[in-house]
């Protein structure tokens, strides 16, 4: 079952160092990307931008396929999040893969299914919230990373049954001798079959102190991530960054978080809300915020949170406090 959760991306805290070891500059991939170079010391993005990062690496290393070989080989364990430590340190390859099953739900895009029959484990990757899928190379680098938890967890060289990807992937031949096995490239799904046997192997790096501190804080974010409205929360974060810019629009939302404006008002309308309503409240919150900031005039904040004169802005700040904007600052400001 899939849940709603947050288009707020963690990047990876060693993705910018692993390309650096492999001879790309952070700053080409912000430019080709298209995106502000404040993104490298920014942790968090949306999807699009998400996407987009690992496009312009995809463009940048050239071929796909020696994208992902080389970024899974040179990613340095010693980065690994919190959720990746937890399968790292895992009792065995079945829990280090149930666990990253479990915990990449809190770390979107990417979701991740687990089926055990006869002598095969398939792990198929689907996205969270997003109706299309991401770039190719993250599609194989997820994958790839899964045998390679395997690999360096249990010590030993391990190979894959098949893999399989929906898109082309570059060159075939070198995916294969890094998975050891056949590669399907047309496929209907992005999936992973694993030999079933491997799963029992032992972890070397298995750490069960570390675990008792890990699973406990991670589960429990997990499990307020569940709770949380976060369609909802996720449209308003991306209006209040682009209030700015004017009125955001439906269509403009949806499109950054990376799915049709019909289905962003059909989740919005499952949370009890509508995309004219979070409008609102964004545009309130933000005005309260920087109306508590002396340095903006009152012109400035209406244009801030997208009003285009002065008086527009005036009539709907009554309504939201039955208050001017000037009267509620001075109150408020004084109040401190």
Not at 252 to 257: F, H, R, S, W
Request: aromatic share 10%; glycine share 6%; net charge negative.
């Amino acid at each position: 079952m899939k849940t709603h959760t947050s288009d707020r991306i963690k990047i990876p805290l060693g993705f910018w160092a692993g390309l650096q070891q492999l001879g790309i500059s952070e700053y080409e991939v912000a430019r080709k990307a298209g995106l502000p170079l404040t993104v490298i010391t920014d942790s968090v993005v949306t999807s699009a931008e998400y996407f987009a990062i690992w496009q312009a690496y995809s463009d940048l290393i050239g071929d796909t396929a020696q994208g992902i070989i080389e970024l899974a080989t040179v990613f340095e364990t010693v980065k690994y999040p919190p959720t990746v430590l937890a399968p790292y340190h895992a009792r065995d390859y079945r829990d280090a893969l149930y666990r990253m099953a479990r915990y990449k739900q809190l770390c979107p895009p990417e979701s991740l299914s687990i089926d055990e029959a006869d002598g095969r484990c398939t792990i198929e990757l689907d996205w969270q919230f997003n109706e299309e899928s991401g770039p190719p190379l993250l599609v194989g680098i997820t994958l790839a990373f899964l045998l390679e938890l395997g690999r360096r967890g249990t010590g030993q060289p391990l190979t894959a049954q098949l893999v399989e990807f929906s898109h082309s992937m570059g060159n075939v031949r070198a995916l294969e001798a890094y998975f050891g096995c056949p590669v399907r490239i047309g496929a209907k799904c992005n999936r992973l079959t694993l030999h079933r046997s491997d799963l029992d192997r032992p972890f070397i790096s298995y750490n069960a102190e570390l675990l008792d501190i890990l699973t406990p804080v991670l589960d429990q974010s997990l499990n307020e991530q569940q709770g949380s409205r976060s369609i909802t929360d996720t449209v308003k974060w991306i209006m209040k960054r682009s209030l700015s810019g004017g009125r955001p629009d439906m269509q403009d939302v949806a499109k950054e978080i990376g799915m049709s404006d019909r289905t962003l008002q059909r989740r919005l309308t499952e949370e009890n809300t509508s995309f004219k309503h979070l409008l609102t409240e964004a545009r309130h919150e933000r005005a309260l915020e920087y109306l508590a900031d002396p340095s903006l005039d009152i012109k400035e904040v209406a244009f801030l949170i997208g009003y285009e004169d002065q008086n527009s802005f005036y009539r709907a700040f009554r309504l939201w406090e039955g208050d001017t904007p000037s009267h509620w600052r001075i109150a408020h400001l004084g109040a401190d």
